[in-house]
């Protein structure tokens, strides 16, 4: 057990190490060749962070854990709402400008319905995982248009998310280190995440559910607060609802499309409905006085350990 934690957290400091070095590789590269800076920012704002996630569901798909790569996609999606969302908001109230985020909140509700309506079934096929991965490319698209209309200075701060030396040659070495850092990263933690939730007594879906995502979003939480202090409430909301749709329509489409998924009937019964409802109580919070209070963050917090408490109660009955 205490072998396998260990293997645990060396993948975790592994994947966020190489999702860190991906990040900058794909922004140098992007920007040299030829895409603006706005719109890397965007796209890494908005997606970057979830590469620890896509990392770790990839090789448990491969490995065929995959009730464990589907608690981690969803509970990613949990831990982004009530931990990460709700502590940055404690810690500093949040200010949100960018005045997109409230639509695309409104698409991760809608194609969180969407996954329950094709998971009722009980198997995520391969072409219902396509589908899931065109909703991407909408969102993307979606986004991106109407980022551009945002304030300028928002638009700045957004570029400026993106600002990393453009040499080639040290953006492709980024690369490499990054493959290196997410393969044994990835495989370690797949590794010994079923060890650590049996001797924590958990089922492989609620592994993912709780160890899992909590670990691989632990260097994200970090950046939030950071970024909660500096005032970058855009970032901390953007980087939220960015990854979480993200996770449900690349990472949860792209393991269906590789492979038809079975969905046991509490993820499409209980785990996507409750971060269904952790997006529905944050949408009036965004919509209203773009502004997340302390107050707010606290309910955001408080709910999420209700629901871990609600989790480990029903994994002893």
């Excluded at 970057?48 to 491969?62: C, D, F, H, Q």
């Excluded at 960018?98 to 198997?123: E, K, N, T």
């Excluded at 370690?188 to 899992?212: D, F, K, N, R, Y």
């Excluded at 970090?222 to 749709?245: E, N």
Aim: hydrophobic share 60%.
């Amino acid at each position: 057990m205490f072998e396998a934690l260990g293997l645990f957290a060396l993948g975790l400091l592994l994947l966020a190490l190489g999702g860190d070095s991906l990040v900058k590789g794909a922004s140098g590269l992007s920007q040299r060749y030829g895409l603006s800076p706005f719109a890397t920012g965007l796209l890494l704002v908005a997606f970057g962070t979830s590469l620890p996630e896509l990392a770790v569901n990839a090789r448990a798909v491969w490995a065929g854990s995959q009730a464990l790569a589907l608690g981690n996609a969803v509970g990613s999606n949990i831990v982004n709402f009530g931990l990460t969302l709700g502590l940055a908001a404690v810690v500093a109230p949040l200010l949100v400008r960018w005045r997109v985020l409230a639509p695309l909140l409104l698409c991760f509700i809608a194609v969180s319905v969407l996954v329950v309506v094709l998971g009722w079934d009980g198997v995520l096929s391969r072409i219902e995982g396509m589908v899931l991965l065109l909703a991407f490319v909408a969102v993307l698209a979606f986004a991106l248009a109407r980022t551009k209309h945002e304030a300028a200075e928002l638009r700045e701060d957004i570029a400026a998310f993106s600002n990393t030396r453009t040499d080639p040659l040290l953006n492709t070495l980024r690369f490499i280190i990054a493959a290196v850092l997410l393969y044994f990263g990835a495989k370690w933690v797949v590794q010994a995440a079923p060890i650590v939730g049996v001797g924590l007594g958990m089922e492989p879906l609620l592994t993912g559910l709780l160890p899992v995502a909590i670990g691989t979003a632990l260097p994200e939480i970090a950046a939030a607060v950071v970024a909660a202090r500096r005032g970058q409430g855009d970032m901390v909301a953007g980087h939220v609802i960015g990854s979480s749709l993200f996770n449900l329509t690349v990472v949860l489409g792209g393991m269906a499309a590789f492979r038809a998924t079975p969905v046991p009937t509490s993820f499409v019964h209980f785990e996507v409905p409750a971060a269904l409802a952790f997006a529905l109580v944050l949408y009036p919070m965004l919509k209203g006085d773009l502004r997340i209070s302390r107050r707010e963050g606290g309910i955001l917090l408080a709910a999420f350990v209700a629901w871990v408490a609600f989790e480990l109660y029903a994994m002893q009955h």
